[in-house]
């Protein structure tokens, strides 16, 4: 990116799991450097991604998926999204916002989600350049494009807007958090059957992380 404040850097794995020395910690420094990753990890996708920025929503996509997700909130993964997204007092009326928080809801993880904690685990592992190298790679590639935790890592390893590589021990770790989401965002329309990228997903899943990250492409 130009601002070289807003550049969003891959760290090993390994570096990310484990902080040595707790006595330490400085929750108020942890949270500010946490937020001012999300904002240069939403400031990335804006400026990479142009064309979903500017696209409408594919509202004959977006109102089934909508319902599917109101319908069937004690099924899975939706229960999880629900508790996930912090809907306490029920789902979001607007299709958009609910589709967007379901969508975004185990990377924000404004609540607890009743998954495992080997599953949370998993899943929060993953950092910001993880996520924005997978989506904008995918957003790349275009509708139809492939969609396995395989692919997710290929295009996160790739994206040219990430700063730093992959270790080779990251692969195993990275996959599986992808693991976890790629059937999540199957279930909320993302993806198709065959794992592929859909219309929905194009425009929808930039803005969910997005609001995960407490911002807005739009």
Not at 62 to 89: C, F, K, S, T, V
Not at 123 to 128: A, I, K, S
Not at 205 to 211: G, S
């Amino acid at each position: 990116m130009s601002d070289k404040d807003d550049n969003v850097t891959r760290l090993p794995t390994s570096e990310v799991e484990g902080y040595d020395d707790l006595l330490e910690f400085d929750a108020d420094e942890f949270l500010r450097e946490w937020q001012e990753a999300d904002h240069a990890a939403v400031g990335l996708l804006r400026e990479a991604l142009p064309e979903v920025v500017s696209a409408a929503a594919p509202a004959e996509e977006l109102r089934p998926a909508a319902e599917r997700i109101r319908d069937r909130l004690r099924d899975w993964p939706y229960r999880h999204l629900a508790a996930a997204a912090g809907w306490r007092g029920g789902p979001p009326a607007e299709d958009e916002v609910l589709w967007l928080q379901a969508t975004g809801a185990l990377i924000a993880m404004n609540g607890e989600s009743g998954l495992g904690t080997h599953e949370e685990s998993a899943l929060m592992t993953l950092q910001h350049a993880d996520w924005a190298g997978a989506v904008i790679g995918l957003a790349r590639a275009g509708v139809g494009a492939r969609a396995w935790p395989a692919d997710l890592f290929d295009y996160a390893d790739t994206c040219a807007e990430i700063e730093g590589s992959y270790d080779p021990d990251d692969r195993e770790p990275v996959e599986q958090g992808f693991e976890l989401i790629v059937p999540v965002w199957e279930a909320v329309g993302a993806l198709d059957e065959h794992r592929r990228l859909t219309p929905l997903g194009h425009w929808g899943l930039p803005r969910a992380l997005a609001w995960a990250w407490e911002g807005s492409l739009d």
